[in-house]
């Protein structure tokens, strides 16, 4: 009796999965696709999930093509590198909606910028672009230096040592930034040894990141039951709990202030100029007049949060292991610094520095090319639509495979030589803005592209004035991964040396 009962179950998730796959099959069927099994999909080829990006890549040289159709499940995703197919869905108005994945964030995220649709998206956008002002970011350079100061004094403790892990001490002080600029509170992520406010946004990433590559846990039903969940309830009690708090602290803050009959102090007691968080700018905003709800408020600052910390870290890393290991260009980017500051290492930097440093942007944008901190990025389509001849069902999730466009040498010559001279104005005409996205592009791009390049900018330059970067002993080459965002599965490793004042 149950063998009955068994062998039609099994015929049943076979069928079904039959059917689903040649409904994907009907409709993309000129789709290169390495082989799907049934139930498992291409999974074979992608035993090692951090190897993904990597792995996509080798299929599409193997068969000679810019998308790829991958069955995984009872889904099928396509993935590209297509510059023409990248610049219609970026550009798209319509096809705005992120892919399957974004939705593993929404407990900590809500309907945060990142992963909100249609109108909300649209009049939220629309109330957070004025907070990036470049007047407003300009404020944070204070933190930027304050909080880079911390991180100094914390490499100074492996000077000498033939090779160590930059990347947790980065992060760290990114998270430090973000706090105090997202919600002007300092949690001393780099001065206590493990803030607990600071291990729940680690938590999270990986948990995000485990489920999503868990298809069982991608069901909702499946994953109440499961202890990944319950740690992902702890974590969020912390951080929605912090945020909640903040939000009721600064709200009753305004309020006395705006009691108060003279204006607020524009300037603290040394005079310099107040510095507003994103949170007192959302406090103050409205949307068709009305002001925000607790939750939206959370939901914006825990995107910040998010999208602001992980992403600058791994590009700082990135960057300096890549200084690290090519002498001529930090050579030059540290020749640029000394026209500007001279031999002083203390010198707090200003914007108009920061505007300066021309040769270290180039630095940072080949840094974002071969290394983007988003990897690939997903939309999905409320409707079918038609490309090139190819109608995509609606509701399947498209990826725009940035790693891989980076790296195509129709576009980048030599693509994994690090040369970033080949962004400088004289080679770099623009004309193919789309081959560039390490920030996106259209209406759903980075918010934060200026914050992050500043932020950037000042922890790059504050290290360099100090330190000279060598590469670590024995030689550490980079294992790349795709987590939620771009890392080094073995560590970014380099060594420091004091810089001499001559
Ligand atoms: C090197 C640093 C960064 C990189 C490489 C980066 C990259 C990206 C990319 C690729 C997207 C588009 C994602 C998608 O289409 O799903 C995006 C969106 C976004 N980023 Fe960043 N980001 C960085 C830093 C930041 C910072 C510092 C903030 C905030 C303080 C931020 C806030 C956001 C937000 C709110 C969105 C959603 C925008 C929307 O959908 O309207 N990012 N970022
Ligand atoms: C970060 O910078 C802010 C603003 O300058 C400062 O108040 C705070 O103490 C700094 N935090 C750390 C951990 O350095
Ligand atoms: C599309 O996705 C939505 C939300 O996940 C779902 O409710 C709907 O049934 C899907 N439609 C199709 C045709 O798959």
Known sequence: MWFEILVSLIIGVLTFWCYRYYYYYSYLKVIPSPRAWPIIGSGLEFKN??????????????FKTDSLRIHIGFRAIVMSRDYKFIEFLLSSQTIMNKGLGYKFFTPWLGQGLLVSTGEHWRTHRKMITPTFHFQILEQFIDVFHSNGTILIDKLRKHLGESSFDVFPYITLCALDIICETAMGIS????????????????????????RGFNPFLHYDSIYKHSNLYREEQKCLQVLHGRTDSVIQMRRENILLEGSKKEKPAETDELGRKKKVPFLDMLLQASIDGRPLTNT??????????????????AGISFALHSLANNPRVQDKAYQELKEIFGDDKERPCTYNDLQCMKYLELVIKETLRLYPSAPFYTRTAVEDFTYDGITYPKNMTIGILAYGIHRDPRYFPNPLEFRPERFSPENYDGRKPFSFIPFSAGPRNCVGQKFASMEMLSTLSRILRNFELLPATPKHTLKVAADTILRSANGMKIALVERKSK
């Open 296 to 313: 939206e408020i959370r939901d914006e600052v825990s995107t910040f949060m998010f999208g602001g910390h992980d992403t600058t870290a």
């Open 187 to 210: 949690i001393n992520a780099q001065l206590e040894e493990h803030s607990e406010y600071a291990t729940c946004v680690s938590n999270m990433g990986r948990i995000i990141q485990t």
């Open 49 to 62: 999930p951090e190897d993904s990006v990597e792995t996509m890549l080798v299929l599409m040289n193997k």
